[in-house]
């Protein structure tokens, strides 16, 4: 196909190929993955989804490589398998878009025989199979993993086989040798129109050449307007590439991602580091679409922006966990609360007690009213700008003519004013105890689980409010006790103390008692409410004019 389109001194031409031989391509070495690229981040099931594609003639979308004039620092091995460097003098090409894709189809179709076959998940994630009696795939599925360490079924034909014709021919000798002739042939036929499905396959592939980095990615952004982005921060990452040293800016953030998450705090999104990296370079547009500008800004202080983001993270942490009393980052009600604490430590020089205080109570007035829900662009300059007075004493944080959101009608953690409602709880009713009296590890349960953590106290179906978190608790029972006959138990018996460790009052007991759930529900709504309506008046801002409200989904 002819030439399409130049964007200055590079060309783009679609073309379409067969995968065979964009497969090939790879084995040579002639097409590679650059190392600013993603791992890769593919579910097992969506490596059997794009098998299942294939077979059903649908289209997996283009891929897009590009052939530089100079080289690219690439990947040495693509889907779990070594490819050889790239060839003296020919021409190497650079998947932009469609690694995910790639990897899955090179490391299964072109899998060794001898690769490791077990139970691990990095072993059996690569071999995929086509179940050839339907009966196996009672689940509607054609194509399946064997992850079990027993003997793979006959009838499953190994994807591996199917582009080496040996290969092929001896999975039929098997079949032929287990099966009677009858049956054999069906299978065998079978196999072959599956294998011809792979061979025949074609993929559209759009092909670069020539131009700079910044090009490249400009033409990227471009054409995959309309598909699965490539995210900012990679973008970003691509076009500053050779300005971090031998890592990437996503390789460089994906530390300080795993640094964070180890000191006990949890994951803290990559997108929210990477605004954060901007923002300490001195960049206020860290939403800007326009991430080749960006690059260019702050690509001179990019390096030192992600050392300063590393320490001042750590800052950003400790504060929350000592100051703040939020245990986990995924409890932190909007994302760019955490960035903007950023911008403060680094700032700011000596924090006193008095600026410590008033920040704590940012984090929670803003928590509570929902300051930060869909903040655009020039909003988030605003509030970077405001930040940065208060950090260096030009200004101050000035809430105080927000007002709370009503206590929310629904538990639902992606609403920030749910997890608001969390944290308030938990530093609320720090020593919570067991039916049996023994202390509960509450954030040691909230890190390895979510919402399964908060129970429902009333489980049957169809009571008004059952969705309220005054309807939710965090207790282990024994087998066979819920916790509406534990709290029934624990009153008839005066241990008030366990009760009171969760904010359960003896009159709302009473309700369950009488089998009222509607009304120990209303009664403990009323509670909980105007429990933590005291805590919101005490931070200086007005609470809502309702009682109750949604529970707006509203977090990042």
């Known amino acids: 196909m002819g030439e399409v389109g130049v964007v200055k001194d590079i060309s783009v031409v679609p073309e379409v190929q067969f995968l065979e031989e964009v497969l090939e391509w790879i084995s040579r070495g002639e097409l590679r993955v650059p190392k600013f690229q993603r791992p890769f981040l593919w579910r097992p099931e969506q490596m059997l989804q794009l098998f299942d594609s294939m077979e059903r003639g649908y289209p997996v979308g283009s891929l897009l490589i590009w052939e530089p004039s100079m080289p690219l620092a690439s990947l040495d091995s693509i889907g779990g398998r070594s490819i050889p ?302 930040m940065k007075a208060f950090a260096e004493g030009r200004g101050e944080l000035s809430y105080s003519s927000e007002k709370a959101r009503a206590f929310p009608e629904r538990f639902d953690l992606r609403s920030a004013r749910v997890r608001a409602y969390l944290l308030w709880d938990l530093q609320t009713f720090p020593e919570r105890k067991n039916l049996d009296g023994d202390p509960i590890k509450v954030v040691d349960q909230l890190a390895t689980a979510h919402r399964e953590t908060y129970r429902h106290i009333i489980t049957q179906s169809g009571v008004p409010g059952a969705s309220s978190p005054a309807n939710r608790i965090v207790m282990a029972t024994p087998p066979g006790i819920s916790i509406r006959q534990a709290f029934i138990k624990l009153a008839e018996e005066g241990q008030t103390d366990i009760l009171d460790s969760h904010g359960v009052s003896l009159a709302s007991v009473e309700y369950l008692k009488a089998d009222d759930y509607a009304g120990f529900i209303v009664a403990r709504q009323h509670e909980v409410a105007a429990r933590e309506r005291a805590f919101i008046e005490s931070l200086g801002i007005q609470s809502s004019d309702q009682e109750f409200g949604e529970a707006d989904i509203d977090t990042e």
């Open 85 to 386: 460097s790239a060839p003296e003098g020919g021409k190497v090409a650079y998947v932009l878009d469609g690694h995910q894709r790639l990897s899955t189809l090179f490391g299964v179709l072109h899998r060794l025989a001898d690769a490791p076959q077990s139970t691990l998940q990095e072993d059996w994630m690569w071999w995929v199979y086509r179940p050839l009696d339907r009966t196996d795939s009672s689940d509607g599925a054609r194509y399946r993993h064997w992850k079990s360490g027993e003997k793979v079924p006959e009838n499953y034909l190994p994807m591996r086989s199917v582009l080496r014709t040996l290969d092929f021919l001896e999975y039929a000798r098997q079949v032929s040798d287990t099966y009677s002739r009858t049956e054999a042939d069906r299978l065998t036929k079978e196999s072959e129109r599956i294998a011809q499905r792979v061979k025949n396959y074609k993929v559209s592939v759009v092909r670069m050449q020539g131009g700079t980095l910044q090009q490249a990615v400009e033409v990227f952004s471009r054409i995959n307007s309309s598909g699965q982005k490539m995210r900012p921060d990679q973008m970003v990452s691509a076009l500053t590439y050779g300005t971090t040293g031998p890592e990437t800016l996503s390789d460089k953030m994906e530390e300080i991602q795993a640094r964070i998450a180890a000191s006990g705090f949890g994951e803290i999104p990559i997108m929210t580091i990477f605004q954060t990296v901007l923002a300490l370079s001195g960049e206020e547009d860290v939403q800007n679409p326009s991430w080749e500008m960006m690059a260019r800004k702050v690509q001179g202080q990019l390096l030192g922006a992600v050392e300063k983001t590393d320490r001042t993270l750590q800052e950003v942490v400790d504060f929350l966990k000592g100051e703040a009393n939020v245990p986990l980052a995924r409890l932190v009600p909007y994302n760019i609360q955490i960035m903007l604490l950023a911008v403060f430590f680094h700032f700011s020089g000596q924090v006193d007690d008095g600026r410590r205080s008033k920040l704590r109570d940012w984090f929670w007035i803003t928590s509570l009213a929902g300051t930060f829900a869909g903040a655009n662009t020039t909003q988030v300059r605003k509030f970077i700008e405001e």
